[in-house]
C-alpha cells in the first residue's frame, strides 16, 4: 500500500472510501519531515462532526494501543463503516521511535501539551494537529495508554467526571466495553491532557492503562480492539454485532474513583520499592501496600507504605527505584455505577 504524505489542511475526512496517509510536520531541525500514520474511513452516512478516532502511542512507550491500532488498520472491514472512523496507530512518532515517553526533540509530554500550538516546538504542533484537525472530525475519542517504565496497572480505562448526564453515561458505557475490570474516575486538574481537550468539547472521550513495563500485553492489546470496534458500532460509525466481550463479565466490572488526591501514596524518600500485595488487590485503611528501602543505610528496616483507605489498589511503582515524592501506589475508592 502507498500512504498518501499529506500537509494536516489536505486530509480528506469526508468523501466516501478510505485513505491512508502519512501526514507531515517539518523536523526543527534537518531536512526532512515527522510523519503521523492517519487512516481515514469514510461511509455512505457520514454526519458533520460525528466519528469515532482511535489513538495510540501519546506516549512513546506504550505499546498496546499502536500494536491494536496498526492491526486494525490491516484488517478494518471498510464497508461496514456507516461513519467516520479514523486510526493513528502512533500519534507521537518521534517519542515512539526513541521508545521514550516524551518527545526528545524538545522534552514535551505530548499528554501535557493540549490544546497545542501550530507555532511551538514539535510537540504542541502534534497536539495542535489533533485539536484543530482531527477532534473537529469525530465526537468520540479513544486514548490507548499504559504504564510505561512507571506504573504497573490493574487494566483500567478510565474517563472524567462531566456535568452533561447524556455524555457522562456514553462514557461509562464506552468504557465498560473494552471489558477491563475496573473502570477509573480520575482527576481532572492534570493541564494539557488529550483527553480534557475533548472532553470539553462535548465529546465522548475515554482514556485507558491496558499494560506496563514498555512490553506488548496480550490481554490489553485484545481490550483494546474490542473496545475500540464496540464504541465504533455503539456510536454509529460501524454496522454489524458488539464484538463478543473476552475479557471480564459485565457483573464483574469495578467502578473506581481515584480523582481525589488523597489515593495517591507517595514515596517519603529516594528509594527501592518492593510491592506486597499485587494490583487490583481489595485494600482496607492502613493495610500495607508495600515496602521502601533505603540500600544507602543497609541495616534500617524499610518503611511500610500504608493503604490511605479502603479501596483498591489500582497500580504500584514498575520500577524498583522510585524518587522522593514519586508516586509509590494508588488506592482507588470504590464508586457507584450511573443509573440506567
Ligand atoms: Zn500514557
Redesign the pocket.
Known sequence: MQRQIAYPDALDFDTPGRRDYFVRFEHPTSWGDFLIPVTVIVGPDAQTGRGLVAIGS??GN?YEGPVAIKNLVHNFDAARVTGRIILIPVLNVAAFKAGK?DTPEDGVNL?RAFPGNALGSITYRFADFVNRFIFPQVHAVIDI????EQMRFAQCTSFHIVEDPAQHKAMAQTARDFGCRFVMIYQDKTPGLLTSTAERQGKITIGS?LGWGESVNREGVSMARQGILSAAIRQGQMSGDLPKNEHCAAGDQILVDNSDMACYVLAPFEGHYEPVVDCGERMSPGQLIGLLHDFDRIDVPPVELRSPHDGYLLCQSWHAGVYRGEVAAVVSRVKEWPKP
Request: glycine share 20%; no cysteine; net charge negative.
Open positions: 501519546t506516549h506504550e515517553r499528554n495508554h499504559s504504564g510505561g492503562e
